[in-house]
């Protein structure tokens, strides 16, 4: 794909500095640009690069003044940063803007999908599906019966979306995710052997979440495992039955939640979190990486540790624990010298 100066600041609503008819096909860090790259100066420490870069476009910010001579065409907007977001977004949907069926896929008769439907070869699409508009679905994706899909939904390869499931617009669901896989629920008999309960629930994904590769959903055992609006989650990480996860949350790679765990809105969870079953965890909640949580959480708490405990004790305490040796003889000096000196008294008494 080619743009040139002039296509890029209309899609930006930016100032253009340089040749209009400039063209670019790839994008590039402004210290590694090349001929044909577009870039961004958003950060003042890379302002040096701005001169000895061959990117052919780079976009800054509005307040940007050169102070030699550039060899790149500037874009000006009120936000580098946001506004390179924002041409990477658009890139993406272009890159991604794929349409048809292809061939071989199974596509069950009682299957239904909306206009601009991208189904990829070797997918299978379950009884009863429902599909919305402008809905990708790359190859090697199962999706099982019943399952509903809205629009502007992507699905990326491997992807299984197991029956009952309910995928909200515009949502991202990458390669390798498990959706509504049986919760972890087995009762004890008599005897000590486990037996299965069924799981008879579904998972509910609300419109805009993101769902990293390797993650796994279960679905609930009654009712539905949910993830309200917004939620972000990271690469391998394992959400149990029943769970629900509040609107904008987002959580780290590798972070395991034990069934029927209600996490609040805007909650921010770090990577290697584990997380016991039937707490609460409050609104705007933040957990660092490696954490324990065993027990309910308050509205705005911040945690650290195994169990965790609040973040700024959790600082004090470790500056003594790793501190501990030289404390403990410290210790051990002072009771030394007090039974010596103890003595010494007992004796001249």
């Known amino acids: 794909m080619v743009f040139t100066a002039g296509q890029i600041a209309g899609i930006l609503g930016g100032e253009l500095e340089g040749n209009p008819e400039i063209a670019v096909h790839k994008l590039a860090k402004i210290e590694e640009g090349e001929e044909g790259s577009l870039t961004f100066l958003a950060n003042p420490k890379y302002t040096s ?8 476009i780079t976009i800054v910010n509005k307040d940007f003044t050169p102070d030699q001579n550039l060899k790149t065409t500037l874009i000006k907007v009120e936000d580098a940063y946001e506004a390179f977001s924002k041409i990477l977004e658009y890139y993406n949907q272009v890159k991604n803007n794929k349409v048809g069926v292809e061939s071989p896929v199974f596509l069950s008769e009682s299957a239904t999908y909306g206009s601009d439907f991208y189904l990829g070869a070797f997918s299978y699409l379950g009884n009863n599906v429902t599909i919305g508009h402008n809905v990708k679905i790359y190859p090697n994706v199962y999706v099982g019966d019943n399952v509903k899909i809205a629009d502007n939904v992507t699905i990326f390869a491997g992807a ?21 896989a049986d919760g972890f629920g087995f009762s004890s008999n008599k005897e000590g052997e486990f037996q299965k309960v069924p799981q008879t629930g579904n998972v509910v994904l609300e419109e805009n979440v993101d769902i990293g590769a390797g993650t796994t959903i279960d679905r609930a055992t009654l009712g539905s495992t ?30 395991g939640i034990a069934g029927s765990t209600k996490i609040g809105k805007r909650c ?3 990577g290697q979190v584990g997380i016991v079953g039937h707490i609460t965890i409050g609104d705007n909640v933040k957990i660092q990486a490696q954490s ?10 911040v945690l650290q540790g195994s169990p965790a405990f609040g973040y700024g004790d959790y600082n004090k305490s470790y500056v003594y624990f790793k501190k501990l040796p030289t404390i403990l003889n410290r210790i ?12 010494n008294e007992t004796e001249n008494h």
């Open 268 to 270: 921010m969870i770090g």
């Open 160 to 180: 299984k979306i197991y029956s009952e499931s309910i995928i909200g617009k515009n949502c991202v669901i990458h390669s390798g995710v498990i959706i509504g």
């Open 292 to 301: 324990g949580i065993g027990r309910n959480v308050k509205s705005n708490e």
């Open 332 to 343: 051990d000096e002072l009771e030394k010298n007090y039974s010596e000196r103890y003595k």
């Open 226 to 255: 949910f993830l309200r609006r917004g939620v972000k989650l990271d690469n391998q990480i394992q959400i149990a039955h029943n769970v629900e996860i509040g609107e904008h949350t987002v959580i780290a790679a590798q972070t």
């Open 49 to 56: 690069y701005i001169y000895s870069t061959k990117a052919s």
